[in-house]
């Protein structure tokens, strides 16, 4: 019977580096050329509003970013928020149910203390009722299954009123003018 000599050992040993080398390069390819998920999305007008719009959300390298554009908005400052329910049935969205809580935490302003995960906050339309909201976190994701972070399913509400990142459960934050379903 004969043995393996040392030098096939060191041979194989090489190789077996080699094969966790190219794996490792293979999957770290992999995930970097993964591409970008995005959802887009049109506003409608609820509350008898005039208000109109795009979303667009952007998942890039575990960092979702979301630029709105509107029309049609009393010029002035405004909430939006990603409200439970990609639903926007009913005239007034209420359909979309209060806002995207899924850590169970009081209402207020992102970033600062405790805030809902749909807790976006406020801007400001100009004179002729535009405006443009862009927002980036890691606290969200698209479609990732995490119910604590996937936005997806959900709605997106422009209210009349601003943010007063105090009252409960919603920030006294008026009528829901724009209503968008977050869907694939």
Known sequence: MQGINI????????????LVVLTGLLFSCKSSTEPDKTVTMALQPKSNSTV?????????K?????KVTLSGLQPGVHAIHI???ADCSATDATSAGGH?????????KWGEGEYHKGDIGNFTADAQGNATVEFATDQWCIGCGDPNKDILN???IVHEK???????????????VACAGIIK
């Open 7 to 18: 030098f096939e050992i060191k041979k194989m040993k090489i190789s077996l580096l080699r």
């Open 52 to 60: 109109a719009g795009s979303a667009l959300f952007t998942e890039k």
């Open 62 to 66: 575990g960092t979702v970013q979301l």
């Open 83 to 85: 409200h439970e329910k």
């Open 100 to 108: 995207w809580n899924p850590t169970f935490s009081k209402h207020g």
């Open 154 to 156: 959900k709605g997106l």
């Open 162 to 176: 601003a943010d007063d990142f105090v009252s409960q459960p919603t920030g006294n934050a008026g009528g829901r």
